[in-house]
Each structure stands twice: as structure tokens, then as C-alpha cells.
């Protein structure tokens, strides 16, 4: 498969607030790499932590040996030109000694459990963190999920209202995909819809979400664009499935996807923006049918946009 390029185009503001949201909730990046690389800053406060706990027990030792050189002078002091004589009582020598001792035994536990505690905090925040992301993602292809739908259109719709923006739905089916499982396996489907995902991320901005709808379905959500915004993208969709095809990544198939446009209205809810889209893309797919599925994308998509 060719390698895509995120590409920017024409379509609005820039939406940064949906883009920090979707920029927390994504994962892209794999999760053995992020446990790495927690691993390894770990590693390096453990490091500094015994440093740290060196440095109090040297200081330690050098204040017992001063007070030790206070208490006995003779013991450190040989030249006959200085002497320097102080009377302590044993027990109060003893305590001193041992308050000493326990102060330093005390820093130095407490740091070992400052360091615990700090380490099962960072390893539990680790594991929220990947619980709540796995729950938003599809782990096949790397993509929201239907579960997270819900909530990510809400901020989408949300951010139109506020700004009295644009906001178009993009319903998107892949044609004769059953053929794909029946005749290669379900381990090339899988390939198919992985390819696929790459394909409508790449043909889209950072501040859109593309999320796995169904089985073979997706949806795409352009944030600020309006209907004849969404035909461009359109067409680049069209322009990657092509490539796809002319890389001859499966044998006697050619990948051919319906699209499904609606766009949004403030009196809109999300079913009747998804019942809209559906209907438009089972007319796509039905015009496909009519061409014997060798129709492209573009062409289809754009019919359907009525441009």
C-alpha cells in the first residue's frame, strides 16, 4: 500500500479545541513504546533517588565523625599547640549519637517511600490512561470506535453551535467487501479494512475524527465544512482508492466505497444525521450496483453531492 500524507485543505477556522481533544484521546502510537519510555524516565529517577539517598548518608557520616571530633578530641587532634577539651556525659554522648543515627534512618526511609508511592502513582495514571484509549479505539484499525461516537460528535456539535460553524457527516461503506472474506479469507478482510482506515485518516485534517462505524463501515466527521467542502474530500478519498487499486494489493479486486453526505443544522440530532448519510450512501452503492461495482469513488461521491 502507498504511504499517505495527512494533507490540510481549505474548509473553515482552525479548530484547536477539538484538536487537543482528539490529540488526548487517540492512540496511534503503540503501547509497548509508552511503557518504554515511562521504563526508562523511571529508571532515571530511581537513579537520582540513590544519589540523593548516598548524599544524605555521606552528609550523615561527616557530621558524626565532626561530632565525634568535638566529643573526642584527642582521638583526632595529635599537635601539642592545640588542645581542646569538652565534658560530656556519656548517656548525653550516646543519645546524640543515636538521634543522629534515627534522623538519618528516617530521611532515608521516607525518600525510599516517596519513591514507591510516586511509582504507583505514575504506573496507575500509565494504566488509566490506556484503559480509557483502548476504550475509545478500534484495535484493528487504529480509529475512534462506535462507543466513543457519542461523545465525540457532542463536542463536535457542540464547537458548531458555539461558533455557528459548518459541520458535515461523511457515511462510508466498502462495496462487496463480503466477497473479500469469502474468497481470500478473513485475514485479508482484516488487511482491507486496516488499509482502508489508513487511507480515510490520511485524506483528512487533525481537527476531523474518522471513526469504524460497523463492520465495514466508517464514518468521518469534518469539523467546519460545509457540504461542498466535504466533496473535496471526496475526491481525495477517490484519489487514494485509486492508487490502492493501481498498487494491485489484492488480486482480481478492486476497493470501491460508497459515500453517504449529510450535513449539519442546529435542530438536527445525531440519528437523523446518520439516517440522512445512510440514505445517500445505499444510493451511491445502488448506482455502483448499476455500473456492475466499476464506478469509482470520485465519480459516485461527487454525483451524490450534486456537483
Known sequence: MPGYTVLSYPCGSHLSELDLAVSVIQMYRQTESILARVGEQLSQLEKRDWELWL???????????????????????????????????RPLAVGLI?????????????????????????????????????????????IYNRHSLEEMVGRFISHARRLQSSLTFLLIDIDRFKDVNTRFGHLTGDVVLADT?????????????????????????LADTSRAGAARVVERIGSYVLDWNRAKNLQAFE?????????WSDSMTLDQLLDDAD?????????????????????????KLGL
Do not use: C, W
Open 55 to 89: 548524599i544524605v548518608s555521606l552528609t550523615g557520616v561527616l557530621v558524626a565523625t565532626g561530632l565525634l571530633a568535638i566529643l573526642f578530641p584527642a582521638a583526632f587532634l595529635k599537635q601539642d599547640n592545640v588542645h581542646f577539651e569538652l565534658t560530656v556525659s
Open 98 to 142: 543515636a538521634l543522629l543515627a534515627l534522623l538519618n534512618t528516617y530521611l532515608v526511609s521516607k525518600r525510599l517511600e516517596i519513591r514507591r508511592v510516586r511509582e504507583e502513582l505514575i504506573s496507575s495514571t500509565i494504566q488509566r490512561e490506556l484503559i480509557q484509549q483502548q476504550s475509545f479505539t478500534d484495535p484493528l484499525t487504529e
Open 197 to 221: 482506515a489508513a487511507l480515510l485518516k490520511s485524506s483528512v485534517r487533525g481537527s476531523d475524527a474518522v471513526f469504524r462505524y460497523g463492520g465495514d463501515e466508517f464514518l468521518i466527521v
Open 255 to 263: 476497493l470501491s466505497l460508497s459515500i453517504g453526505v449529510s450535513e
Open 279 to 303: 440514505r445517500e450512501m445505499y444510493a451511491a452503492k445502488a448506482d455502483h450496483q448499476l455500473n456492475k461495482g466499476r464506478s469509482n469513488l470520485a465519480s459516485a461521491g461527487v454525483r
